[in-house]
């Protein structure tokens, strides 16, 4: 089945604690993003990736790194997550980044 | 930033009639995309339609899109219970860098049986 797969679906960490939030697609898809869904703010983009070791910030990439070592990984890494970053992450992966996304479930992080 | 802007943002309707929302978008754009999204689940593609086109129909969805005005419709006919979700338009501006999308805050649907 085509999909777009995260993990951990819900996450509870301290501040300053490094985490990363994993991401897998076996479509073969060159791009893939990283949003965050905050209530009354909508999706904003943290990070993207356009192909294998090409990345670009986002609309709010402060606190967050990503990698793209392998076409179907984009790993999430927040390496001294605060209280602000409690929020819904979501992964997404497209054959073109201009036509239809396939998204992740989602994982739900609280930092405390 | 956010491109896409709908409205009206919660809309509260019976199962059997239709649902219109609206999108509005600031700059020019290829192509304009709607995604529903299941309470706390992630969003899924729904349509797809160019800038070149003005109408797209996918089963009960009919998407219209008008350029000229910068605004694209979105009409489920014949609502269910299971077309209670938010409804997402995205757009990918060329502006907006990269072949990126720019998604709106959202448009609450609430189908009562």
């Known amino acids: 089945e085509a999909q777009v797969t995260q993990n951990p679906r819900y996450l509870i960490t301290v501040t300053g604690k490094k985490l990363t939030v994993t991401c897998s697609q076996n479509m073969n898809h060159e791009y893939m993003s990283w949003y965050r869904q905050d209530p009354g703010l909508g999706l904003r983009q943290i990070y993207y990736s356009m192909n294998v070791e090409v990345t670009d910030k986002g609309d709010v990439p402060e606190g967050y790194k990503v990698s793209r070592k392998e076409k179907r990984n984009f790993p999430l890494i927040l390496e001294s997550p605060s209280p602000n970053q409690t929020s819904l992450y979501f992964c997404?992966?497209?054959?073109?980044?201009?036509?239809?996304?396939?998204f992740g479930s989602g994982t739900r992080l609280t930092v405390v | 930033s956010q491109q896409g802007e709908e409205d009206p943002q919660a809309l509260s309707i019976q199962e059997g009639e239709n649902a219109t929302m609206n999108c509005s978008y600031k700059t020019s754009i290829n192509n304009l995309q709607w995604y529903r999204q299941n309470s706390g689940r992630g969003l899924v593609h729904l349509i797809l339609?160019?800038?070149?086109?003005r109408e797209k129909h996918s089963g009960r969805l009919r998407v219209t899109l008008d350029t000229s005005k910068k605004s694209s419709s979105l009409l489920i006919t014949a609502s269910r219970a299971a077309d209670t979700a938010s409804y997402f338009c995205?757009?990918?501006?060329?502006?907006?860098?990269?072949?990126?999308?720019?998604f709106g805050k959202g448009n609450q649907v609430v189908v009562i049986p």
């Open positions: 339609i160019r800038s070149n086109e």
């Open positions: 995205a757009t990918d501006a060329a502006s907006y860098g990269n072949n990126r999308l720019a």
């Open positions: 997404a992966s497209s054959l073109k980044g201009w036509e239809g996304y396939t």
